[in-house]
């Protein structure tokens, strides 16, 4: 669903929509004249542990600004962020590996030594209604809602989403229930152990994981000495012929595959929506590789799971954020 296509109904008050990701921050007001008052910029890595916190704050005011519309309008806002989340006298803080730097240590090279960024109680002392959710949840609620997880306009009931980008997250829906778990981390198989490796270190601390081992972050760390300094010149090398860097995708798509492979097997899954900045990118040319580790294996379990690029494309992450509260 385009952004121009997205509004609340007439006299309905506006919410705000934060996307919070290992990369940036982005921030979208939303009312019945349709999604507004877009803003981005780097995610915060630096300072106190509330400065991620104070950038969300600050950019929930520009986009107001933007927008035409008074921070003290706002009736809810929603914020899709990575994780994992830990629980602090019930407020949500991000112990997230690609933003807090202690959790893995120096060798990671974030310029930061927090365990956890301050999150939820910062922002409900500025705004009465805040519901904070893992990003792969709310961009499977946005995916089921408006995008690529329905069928003639009623949401599946067994399904996922996935984001292959910065980092891997997962949203799980299993008889038409969202799973969130204990602390709101459901999903994090990109944690999850699918082969073996001992020099993958990934944020989490982790070594050899499936995000330390494909997600966009890690092609640098991994194969940049071999002159792939980001995952755009490894599938630029490998569409132009590069023995090399083709061998290195069909091994991220196949570790990819088996995470993808888990979740079908485990939960019974019927479809799978993808999307992030690595995916996206070169989506036709992975969809087909990724399938192939899914389907033809245990059939009883495989057969009928598809694997589809995110109908709601590059924007699913603001939709995901405006999905927890419109």
Sequence with gaps: MPADAFHLPGGAAPVAGVDIGGTKVAVSIADARGVRGRV?????????????????????????????????DLAAVGVASCGPFVLRDGMVELAAPNICGGLAGPARGLPNDWTTALLEAPLRQVFP????????IGALEAERRWGALQTNGRPLAHCAYVTWSTGVGVGLCVDDHVLRGKNGNAG?????????????????????????????????????????????????????????????????CRVMG??????????????ISIGGGLFWHHREFLIPKLQAHV???????????????AGLGERVGDFAALALVA
């Design 188 to 252: 994090h198989a990109g944690h999850g152990f699918v082969s073996d490796n001992d020099d993958a270190l990934c944020g989490c601390g982790n070594v050899g994981d499936v995000e330390g081992l494909v997600a966009g972050n890690a092609i640098a760390r991994r194969f940049g000495h071999l002159g792939f300094a980001d995952a755009a010149a490894l599938f630029a090398a490998a569409d132009a012929g590069d023995a090399s860097a083709a061998a290195i995708v069909d091994d991220l």
């Design 129 to 136: 209604r805040v519901r904070v959710e893992n990003d792969a």
């Design 295 to 309: 389907s033809g294996k245990l059939a009883a379990l495989t057969d009928g799971c598809t694997l589809v690029p």
């Design 258 to 271: 088996r995470a993808l492979y888990n979740l079908v097997v485990t939960l019974d899954l019927q479809r």
């Design 40 to 72: 981005a910029e780097p995610t915060v890595k630096q300072g106190a542990p509330d400065a991620l916190a104070a950038q969300v704050i600050r950019l929930l005011g520009q986009s107001c600004r933007a927008a035409g519309v008074g921070v003290g």
